[in-house]
């Protein structure tokens, strides 16, 4: 199994995502949801994982357990303080006019992002 192959879920979910944000944008708003705040949101937790996942990969092709650990702890490092640094900066920025559905919902993204990259690189791992 190649790496593109592994990352494909994770292409799909980002697709399916924008599809949804997009033609669904006036019930989105209907429903309280920014649609503007769910696209960044997903661009963003996107971005991360891909940084993530290709930071992991490095991490399983180490040769000592000191660059596994360094890789598996800098990833999660990143994501959390990148993801935190963002929505404490959103919330800043947006003042009264913030959207928490939209932040929830980017987070609840997080999750599905984290559940394919981990399940792409358990698959890499297999075939190795």
Do not use: C
């Not at 996942?53 to 990143?78: E, I, Q, R």
Request: hydrophobic share 55%; net charge positive.
């Amino acid at each position: 199994m190649n790496v593109r192959k592994a990352l494909r879920p994770i292409y799909i979910l980002f697709i399916i995502i924008n599809f949804i944000g997009l033609v669904f944008y006036k019930q989105l708003k209907t429903a309280g949801v920014d649609a503007d705040v769910l696209l960044t949101g997903n661009i963003f937790v996107f971005a991360l994982t891909m940084v993530s996942f290709y930071m992991l990969n490095k991490g399983l092709n180490a040769k000592t357990t000191f660059n596994f650990m360094s890789a598996v702890y800098g990833s999660f490092l990143m994501k959390l303080v990148v993801g935190a640094a963002a929505v404490v900066i959103y919330v800043l920025y947006a003042g009264e006019q913030k959207n928490l559905p939209g932040v929830f919902a980017s987070m609840f993204l997080y999750l599905f992002y984290t559940f394919f990259e981990i399940k792409g690189l358990l698959e890499l791992l297999k075939h190795k």
